[in-house]
């Protein structure tokens, strides 16, 4: 596996950065790659845009951020107008199908759809969210980037706070199994 | 104390790993004004100096900030701050007092863009010359410019080491974008770090400004006997001021000295496939990321294209760079030219710039294009 960029984004308050984190984190300390996250985000501490980037490779990653992801997960409109033209042709395309709404079709190899936010809501809480598209992430290209499934869980549940693991750990499930109709 | 040294792998920003650095070092003296994008490093330490026995402070400003460890410093304790440019600048006085009074301790300036307030939370590399020239008088800086978090850990030790041995302040030069993204850290165990401790001196009371040969004097400590009175005033071996040009003249000489003596220890820097190379990239800190890239690209377009990569900065490897004089040179930084400046006088000819006004690192292809033009001018 050489050199692949992935990018998430989405609006501030979503939890983007932490999906982001905990991908990294995985692939870094438990599944032997090599890592690089970095983070993108307004001034505002929530409703801005925000994107959390990943850069894997074999080796040390030289230039740590994404130049044109093939991977890319979006969770908002803006970030789609934002970050959507600069995605690599022929990439893995991931939307939060009641967030994002494409205008025509993109030029991906896969198209990927999840309603994380609705998942998340009846699970009871919007703020997992996130964790729901990690989950999802994981299943839908976890084999290409060399993730697997018990690193990304461990990493998930490390960086949550103790009183809200099991919740978070439904989430990635229910975005781990979910089958996309 | 327990959890002194946090032996394992983790995944951390370079402002934590900085932090972490710090207490290997032995850092037990954190006085500081957060600024981003330097705040995580504060943040850090504020959990883990009280955990190691240390005393974290929050100042009322950058100007107290330096001045708590330079006290903290003559009390006996390893002592360092984190700021941004704007606090860097405000800490210039204070750093010249550290260098007039020989005081060991750590400065981490998280470079962000400027001038004045600029880009809060956007790279800049704007005070390479002032880690030199930016506090006013005469005096030799030692500055280090780490490109990824575990460089930030290590370079961190690092600059605790040097300015115990060297007794003076040490910057340790980051950027936003290397403070702020995340990548594996190893903490080695604690019998494989090197840990440098200042020399103390043999007797009681000690001259606090006495030299050994190699010109470094051993530092007595307030509270162990010894009569100190450290000035920023020109002053003698007992730090009496002493205001006459023949005073001047040696002090200030010996501080000068005992830096450019020992300059060929201090220097670090990395070469990645000058070899062969026609053309030399020059870059510290993130941009050397960058142009890691870059110089493969280059190959790729049939261009010998190497990179020499400052580890530490300042003082300045005049030497390994005349090695390559009849090379075509680039440098890049996210400035207009300050580095350049010395590469230029180094190898005593032009060089291709590639600079950036800030906000955002090079793009490889950036710093591509700059490698081209140099290998297409005429030399």
Not at chain 1, 5 to 33: K, N
Not at chain 2, 71 to 88: D, E, I, N, V
Not at chain 2, 108 to 123: A, F, M
């Amino acid at each position: 596996m050489a050199r692949i960029e992935m990018q998430i984004g989405g609006f501030g308050g979503q939890g983007v950065i932490l999906a982001g984190l905990v991908i990294a984190r995985a692939l870094s300390l438990y599944d032997g790659r090599e890592a690089v996250f970095t983070q993108a985000y307004g001034p505002e501490a929530r409703g801005g845009a925000s994107a959390s980037g990943i850069v894997v490779d074999d080796e040390r990653v030289d230039y740590p951020y994404p130049l044109h992801p093939e991977i890319l997960v979006l969770m908002s409109q803006e970030a789609m107008t934002t970050y959507l033209p600069n995605m690599r042709k022929g990439g893995i395309l991931i939307i939060e199908e009641n967030l994002v709404h494409l205008d025509g079709e993109p030029d991906v190899s896969e198209l990927h759809k999840i309603p994380a936010t609705k998942i998340a809501e009846e699970l009871g809480n919007k703020i997992v969210t996130n964790i729901v598209m990690v989950g999802f992430i994981a299943k839908v290209v976890g084999d290409r980037i060399g993730l697997k499934k018990e690193s990304i869980k461990k990493s998930v549940l490390e960086m949550v706070p103790a009183k809200v693991r099991e919740l978070n750990e439904k989430a990635f499930e229910m975005g781990y199994n979910y089958e996309e109709a | 104390m327990s959890n002194e040294i946090l032996e394992g792998e983790y995944f951390l920003s370079g402002d934590a790993a900085a932090a972490e650095g710090a207490v290997a070092a032995g850092c037990k003296v954190f006085a500081g004004y957060p600024i981003t994008p330097s705040s995580e490093v504060a943040e850090k330490l504020a959990r883990r100096l009280p955990q190691v026995g240390g005393v974290f402070i929050q100042m009322e400003d950058e100007l107290g900030s330096i001045a708590a460890i330079l006290g903290a410093s003559w009390g006996g304790k390893k002592s360092m701050t984190a700021t941004s440019g704007p606090g860097f600048s405000l800490m210039m006085e204070n750093y010249g007092l550290g260098m007039m009074t020989e005081t060991p301790t750590v400065i981490v300036n998280v470079q962000r863009g400027g001038p004045s307030t600029g880009l809060p939370t956007l790279l800049g590399q704007g005070e390479f010359m002032q880690a030199k020239f930016g506090s006013h008088g005469v005096f030799e800086a030692i500055a280090l410019a780490p490109e990824s978090p575990q460089e930030c850990f290590d370079f961190t030790i690092k600059a605790f080491n040097l300015a115990e041995k060297y007794r003076q302040p040490v910057v340790v030069l980051m950027d936003e974008s290397t403070g702020h993204l995340f990548e594996k850290v190893r903490i080695p165990p604690e019998d494989e770090i090197e840990i440098i401790n200042r020399k103390k001196p043999k007797e009681v009371p000690y001259p606090p400004f006495m030299p050994d040969d190699d010109l470094i004097p051993p530092m007595p400590i307030v509270g162990e006997g010894h009569q100190i009175h450290a000035t920023g005033l020109t002053h003698d071996e007992y730090g009496r001021p002493t205001i006459t040009a023949e005073a001047q003249e040696k002090y200030v000489k010996r501080l000068v000295e005992k830096i450019r003596k020992h300059a060929d220890e201090i220097m670090d820097y990395e070469e990645v496939m000058t070899d062969d190379a026609d053309v030399i990239v020059v870059a510290y800190g993130i941009t050397a990321r960058s142009a890691r890239r870059a110089i493969i690209q280059a190959r790729e377009k049939g261009i010998k294209a190497g990179l020499i990569r400052l580890k530490v900065v300042w003082p300045f490897p005049d030497k390994i760079l005349q090695k390559y004089a009849d090379k075509k040179f680039v440098v890049a930084e996210v400035n207009q030219g300050q580095a350049l400046i010395m590469v230029e006088r180094a190898i005593r000819k032009s060089a291709t710039f590639v600079g950036k006004m800030g906000g955002e690192p090079h793009r490889p292809e950036e710093i591509l294009k700059g490698i081209e033009e140099a290998y297409n001018a005429n030399s």
